[in-house]
Each structure stands twice: as C-alpha cells, then as structure tokens.
C-alpha cells in the first residue's frame, strides 16, 4: 500500500510566496517530513542499483558538429518520460503525479500552472557539480518555477554541494543542501548553479509550466530578457570557471567554453547597442 503524501500546499505559506514573488525565491524548510523522505532517496538508490540513471549530458553543436559535454559524477532522469523509473519507484511517482504543490504555487505567482516534470538527481560527490545557468530558455518552453528538494540526512558544512543562487542584480546566495528542504526559484530569471560537493548528494527536481513540457515560449519581457543578458556579461568569468570545475578536460570541454567566449562578445554587443555601460557592470559584482 503507497502512502499518501502530506498535504503540500500548506507548507508555502505566505512568507514563502511573498519571497518568491520580492525576490525571486524562497527556501522551506521542513517541507515533506523525514518519512517521505527517506522514502524518496530509498527510490533514487533503488533507481541507481538498477542502472535506470543516465549521465547528465549536454550536446554542443559547432559547425556542424555535434559533441557531447558529460558533467562529472551527475546521474539523473526524468520520471515522466520513464515508464521503467516510475514503477521501479512508486513514491517518485507519486509526487510526479501530485498537482496539490502546483496548486498551491499557481496562487503565489498568479496565471495558470498547467504542468509539471521531475528530474531526480544522483551526485556521487567527488567535485561533483553544475556550472552557472538558467533553467531553461524562455524562446522555447514556457517554465516559471523551479523547485528543488534536498534529500541529505547526514549533510555537513563540508560535503559543500550548495545551490548558489544569482537573483542579480542583488549578490549571490549559498544555500545548504540540508535534508528536507525545498528551494524555490524563478526558472527562467535566476542564475544559478551547484557548487562541488565532496559527498554523495540527492536531491529531487520539480519544473512547474504554463502549459506542458516542451509547449511554447514564455510570455516576451524584454525587461527581465536584458536582466538576463546583464547578469551572463556580469558573471562571465565565474560562468567559465564553473563550467571547468563542472566537466573533465577534453575536447568537448574546449567547445564549451570557445561557445561561451563568443556568446560573451555578442551579448557584450547587445548590450552596448541597449545602452548598458559594461563598466558598471563590471564594478556592481566586485
């Protein structure tokens, strides 16, 4: 017999959804109960022992070549795409399933939430992490939250495995790891990365959509598309720094960051041709 969840909604209170719409994001911690879990990181080792993880992959193409850029030590997968997953791990499936968290969240941010995907995520630890990035692209698919639910009963300050979050143009925050606590954040709008962690670490992630996975752009706002650009000139430099820290060298790894310099010189540009002064920004991270 599966057990019933709790009651989701009522863990963002009103503090939590006032955070998220001021600055972007909010941290709840205590959300789901030791029980569920210890449930939900038995279902990821259980994923794991029966090799239904994949290594985390992006595919770079250059003139007209495609290679495949491997993060270190990240295995993941999606449970909505993976029939075998979900079975193999009924409580995972369970909180695929449960819309009472999009409900709850529709309410905070206002407009529809139609939809949500999520990833489990395995990091074996070892310098084991994700470079600077957004979620997603707001020209091809229309996320709004992202939530991310740590799963480390025995984390400590030096496991490392932060999610650093960039709300810019305020400074970065490290958040801790810390069992039982949701992070939530503006998918498209935050920068945001994990730093290494030096100890196995789970976590869990929700994607919460206007309309389906893969269903359409997001609302245009040009306001919040030339934070974007601002914040990727800003950080430029951390930005190649953890994407070396994030993959082991090799030729895929050179691609990467050759894409990530050119990227800089046209966003440099676009920035220009907006009026944006570079040296400013500059000096609003030092």
Known sequence: MRRLLPNLASRIDATACKALKKKGYAVVDGFLGETWCHLLRDDIITLAERRLLGRNATHLVRRGTTSLLVKNNIFETEIGAH????DAAP???TLYNDSTLRDRLRECV?????SQSLKVQLNHGRGGC??????????????????????NPDWSDADGGHLQLVPFPEQPVDVAPRFDRLVLFASHDTLHRALPSQNVRFCVTLWFYRTQPGGGAAVADETKAERRLMARYAYREA?????????A?????????????????????ALKARGVDLAEL????K
């Open 110 to 114: 206002g407009g529809p939430l139609r």
């Open 249 to 269: 060298p090799g030729e895929a790894l050179d691609a990467a960051l050759i894409a990530h310099a050119s990227d800089t010189l046209k966003i440099a540009e």
């Open 91 to 93: 409580h995972l499936a």
């Open 239 to 247: 930005w190649a720094r953890s994407i070396r820290e994030s993959h």
């Open 130 to 151: 994700f470079p600077l990035h957004f979620d997603g692209d707001p020209s091809l698919d229309d996320r709004v939250i992202t939530a991310v639910l740590y799963l």
């Open 282 to 285: 500059d000096a609003m991270i």
């Open 83 to 86: 029939e075998e997953a979900r």
